[in-house]
């Protein structure tokens, strides 16, 4: 297949790019490299049927070429990127998705939407499932990608409607491995880079609020069998194991044999008191479900961030 990546320089566009190499199909990665990093590609440019495309999502996407999928996945989604790039983020989510939409209308291609977990906002349910609406400030410092990710499916729904083009909606939660970036602002590479430098460990809040962190490899298998199906109503993926912020600290610590103290900040405003998905329909519809540990996940990201300092 011929496939299209926006954002594909990114974390996790970067190693999609890289899963559907390896399944032999042909990726064309477009990043304007504002989060997206070169590196993160540079070892899939040797691969001949692996193309990248400088460009901004937010203009006019031309590719001469027949497309079968385009994923969208350009944006920036770090809480720090949100201060840093809120305009950016609103395009990426409103003027990128129907740019892409457009893409895979002209080249009656599939769609696939990175959406997130975000949409859920701070929810007054747990775990999250997607018939649930979600408690969004959408004027607060997180409003700018929580809205711009319920845009991108709003859009994303009314070209399947109107339009009838194939799209599907995947509502990604809390996802680490290898290629995060140390700045990113997550809280999992926040606690690796200061654990092995033996700083203290920065948890803000109590530490109580609650987090469930899927390993990369599980994330792109599961966009691949979203790709590969006809199912169209978003899908929860993510993994349901729930662990609280004081814990995920102690078992990094003690990952990394650290020996950094853990210090309190005040809780960011509209901070998720809980973030766990109910993955029924992935399970049931996609036959998927995670299989990396987070003691697993965490060991191998910990190595990356060891060689990649």
């Given amino acids: 297949m011929k496939v299209v990546i926006t954002g594909g320089a990114g974390f996790v566009g970067s190693h999609l790019a890289e899963f559907l190499l390896n399944e ?5 990665c477009l990043d304007n490299l504002i989060t997206g990093k070169a590196e993160n590609i540079q070892p899939l440019m040797a691969n001949a049927n692996f193309r990248f495309v400088q460009c901004d999502v937010t203009e006019y996407i031309d590719i001469a070429d027949d497309i079968d999928y385009v994923l969208h996945f350009a944006s920036p989604a770090s809480p720090l990127d949100f201060a840093r790039f809120p305009i950016q983020i ?3 989510g409103g003027v990128g998705t129907w ?3 457009g893409l895979a209308k002209a080249k009656h291609a599939r769609f696939l939407l990175a959406s997130s977990s975000e949409v859920y906002g701070d929810a007054l ?3 999250q499932k997607e018939d649930y609406w979600g408690n969004v400030n959408p004027i607060g410092p997180r409003g700018v990608y929580d809205e711009a990710k319920r845009f991108a499916e709003a859009l994303t729904m009314a070209y399947h409607r109107q ?4 799209t599907k909606i995947a509502r990604i939660f809390n996802t680490y491995g290898p290629r995060m970036r140390k700045d990113d602002g997550r809280v999992i590479p926040n606690f690796i880079t200061q654990a092995l430098n033996n700083e203290p460990l920065t948890v803000f809040g109590d530490g109580s609020q609650t987090r469930s962190f899927c390993y990369i490899s599980d994330l792109t298998q599961a966009i691949y069998r979203l790709m590969l199906s006809d199912v169209t109503q978003p899908v929860n993926l993510g993994n349901p194991h729930e662990i609280s912020i004081n814990e995920l600290a102690a078992k990094i610590i003690e990952i990394t044999g650290s020996k950094s103290p853990i210090t309190h900040k005040p809780l960011p405003q509209d901070d998720p008191k809980t973030r766990r998905p109910d993955i029924t329909r992935a399970r049931k519809l996609l036959g998927w479900q995670p299989e990396v540990t987070l003691g697993k996940g965490l060991q191998i990201t910990t190595e990356w961030f060891k060689v990649n300092k």
């Fill in 24 to 28: 032999g199909h042909q990726v064309t």
């Fill in 125 to 127: 349910v747990s775990p």
């Fill in 90 to 92: 609103l395009k990426a």
């Fill in 99 to 101: 740019n892409a939409l």
């Fill in 163 to 166: 339009h009838g083009i194939d």
